[in-house]
Structure formats: structure tokens, C-alpha cells
């Protein structure tokens, strides 16, 4: 079992960054791939980026994301840059096990508004 805390979400202007943290708790968080969706207003859950050994990303943060992971820390990051109107959206934190197929524990989430 893992739980899983966001922060870092706001308003920022078309352009600017933000970084956003999950911190996750448990013992074994190097056993979970981490991943980071999104999900704007009238629209379903979107996959943003995961990493376990290896990063990926969905093709229209490529290039302006960047997920990243401290595990000492039990914690993920997603640095986000350049950042569009389209970018606004509730950010999820979501983990699974290395050995199952889909994303079984989430975060509350967080805010992410960017203005024009």
C-alpha cells in the first residue's frame, strides 16, 4: 500500500513554470513506477509521464516536462516549463507495482491554472 501527497500546483502566466512533488509513503517505493496525469475540465484523465528505470512522456508535454525521482526522498517531480492555457488542469500523482499493468493508487491532486 502506498499514499501519495501532492504539492507545488497555482496560477502561473503562459510561459512560466512550476514544479509539482508527490511525496509517497511505505517502505518500498523503488518497487512502483510513478506517473503523473491530468484531467481538465469536461475532459477524461489524461497521461502525462511516468518513470521507473526510464522516463515517458505524452507527446504534447515532450520537450517542456520533465518527471523525475528522488528516491531517498520518496518523492517524484514533474518540472513543467514553457507552459500553455492548455496545460491547465488538476495534476494526479498515480503509482503501480513494476509487476501490474495499470496505476492503482493516486493522489488527491493539485491545481495547475495557466493564464494567457
Known amino acids: 500500500q502506498v499514499q501519495l501527497v501532492e504539492s507545488g500546483g497555482g496560477l502561473v502566466q503562459a510561459g512560466g513554470s512550476l514544479r509539482l512533488s508527490c511525496a509517497a509513503s511505505g517502505r518500498t517505493f523503488t518497487s512502483y513506477v510513478m506517473g503523473w496525469f491530468r484531467q481538465a475540465p469536461g475532459k477524461e484523465r489524461e497521461f502525462v509521464a511516468a518513470?521507473?528505470?526510464?522516463?515517458y512522456y505524452a507527446d504534447s508535454v515532450k520537450g517542456r516536462f520533465t518527471i523525475s525521482r528522488d528516491n531517498a526522498k520518496n518523492t517524484v517531480y514533474l518540472q513543467m516549463s514553457s507552459l500553455k492555457p492548455e496545460d491547465t488542469a488538476v495534476y494526479y500523482c498515480a503509482a503501480r507495482r513494476n509487476t501490474e499493468g495499470s496505476f492503482g493508487y493516486w493522489g488527491q491532486g493539485t491545481q495547475v491554472t495557466v493564464s494567457s
Open positions: 518513470i521507473n528505470y526510464n522516463t
